[in-house]
């Protein structure tokens, strides 16, 4: 039996906002698509806004990717877009999946339930081996990208003490990190949400 035929089994709370960040390659696409399926919900992701936005500027993803090297601008406009997302779906009462890299600092409190995925550096890179995006580009990537959160907005990404669920994806199958997250998501019990850690808003 799957994870989602396992998931119609359960009795699972199907009005949660749950955000997924982690690095290229740690599976949060995979798990975003099945929790889509399994909650019966939408989702969106940074990759793309970031192509909306390329679309709308009528730029390549390339050319995108050079013009927020050279500035703050690009960033703050993803990040504040996905931020009016997570305001939008943190008031309703409906289930819905918000990832990027900084998905749960953008949504902050108004999440029910915050994922960070993670695997060894060699298992991303194998993962990410078939993408336009070459590994020693990817890794160069997550350290700009990492000074720049920093010195954005003092985020430390290797703060994970707001996350609800750290996950090493290169331990479980696909079907497996699904599992663990509808398990948690099975427990969820929102009127005795005492553990959230709280996050400051950003200010973008």
Known sequence: MSPTDRSAERELDANLFITVSGPPGCGATTLCEGLSTALDCGWVSGGEVFR????ERDMSLSQLTARASESDELDRAIDRRLRTIAEK???TNK??????RLAGWLAGNRADLRIWLDAPE??????????????AEMQVREVIESQR?????????SDRSIYDLVI????????GTLDIVLRAIEEYDSHVDEGAFPTPELEI
């Open 89 to 91: 779906w943190g008031s």
């Open 122 to 135: 060699e298992v991303r890179l194998e993962r990410t081996r078939d993408r336009e995006e070459r590994g």
């Open 149 to 157: 959160y920093e010195s954005y907005y003092g985020i430390d990404l």
């Open 168 to 175: 090493n994806t290169a331990r479980w199958s696909p079907g």
């Open 95 to 100: 289930a819905f999946v918000l990832e990027s």
């Open 52 to 55: 909306d936005i390329a679309k």
